[in-house]
């Protein structure tokens, strides 16, 4: 004679263990999916600025926005000129930024400071030690 078949509920002890540790893992997941989108949406918010500009000083307006967003006030708002070039290219060495040194607020806005501009907010690095001095 063979045995009765083990019933189909209530599941074994060992499944809810291991159904336990995958949504853990899956929260985890979400969760660090979401702090990365919250941790750049400043960059996407300055893409959508860096559109809209129609002159070059509007770029660099836009450019010292994102800066002041996750860079320390003292380091960034007084930055002007040769300084402010030096500033976008130390945060962002795979171009540089010499067009944005002196931004004329008659000056169009071209397709090549547009994509400087992307560039920079795209790629700039921020050192470990200045994330905590992000303003949300």
């Not at 019933?7 to 990365?36: K, S, T």
């Not at 006030?73 to 007084?78: L, Q």
């Not at 976008?88 to 994509?115: G, M, N």
């Amino acid at each position: 004679m063979v045995p009765d078949a083990p019933p189909f509920w209530p599941p074994a002890p060992g499944l809810w263990v291991a159904l336990g540790v995958v949504l853990l893992l899956a929260f985890l997941i979400v969760c660090r999916v979401y702090a990365g989108v919250q941790k750049n949406a400043y960059r996407k918010a300055g893409l959508l600025l860096v559109n809209e500009a129609k002159t070059a000083h509007d770029i660099s307006v836009t450019l010292k926005r994102v800066a002041l967003a996750v860079f320390p006030r003292e380091d960034v708002a007084s930055l002007y000129g040769d300084a402010w070039a030096a500033f976008l290219h130390k945060t962002c060495p795979r171009e540089y930024f010499q067009a944005l040194q002196k931004p004329d607020a008659e000056t169009t806005a071209d397709t090549e400071l547009i994509e400087l501009a992307r560039t920079w907010i795209q790629h700039h690095r921020v050192p470990d030690s200045q994330t905590s001095h992000r303003s949300t």
